[in-house]
């Protein structure tokens, strides 16, 4: 079957850093276009970060010079790096692979950055 799981969040205070990881199973990971998407209860699910199968990436502008996407195709692997990380960063974490349409989700990661 299919499995995203993101590990790395966490409690951190302001201007700290985290690394997110999202291992995946199940599918050919080299084909698939990855994205970071976050959401806060209540609210909607958005748009972070997309790394395509070529290693092309795409920031919102909120997270733009701050989080970096990235991907290790031989660990099945994509990352988030985010530093200078705010109190509105403070979300559920979630990984998203793509494939001609057919779309898996992670169970989403805590990030927690303290006021």
């Known amino acids: 079957q299919v499995q995203l799981v993101e590990s790395g969040g966490g409690l951190v205070q302001p201007g700290g850093s985290l690394r997110l990881s999202c291992t995946a199973s199940?599918?050919?990971?080299?084909?698939?276009?990855m994205a970071w998407y976050r959401q806060a209860p209540g609210k909607e699910r958005e748009w972070v970060a997309t790394i395509t199968s070529g290693g092309y990436t795409n920031y919102a502008d909120t997270v733009k010079g701050r989080f970096t996407i990235s991907r290790d195709n031989a660990k099945n692997t994509v990352h988030l790096q985010m530093i200078s990380l705010k109190a509105d960063d403070t979300r559920v974490y979630y990984c998203?692979?793509?494939?001609?349409?057919?779309?898996?989700w992670g169970q989403g990661t805590q990030v927690t950055v303290s006021s």
């Open positions: 199940g599918i050919i990971f080299s084909v698939n276009t």
């Open positions: 998203k692979a793509a494939y001609v349409g057919v779309v898996h």
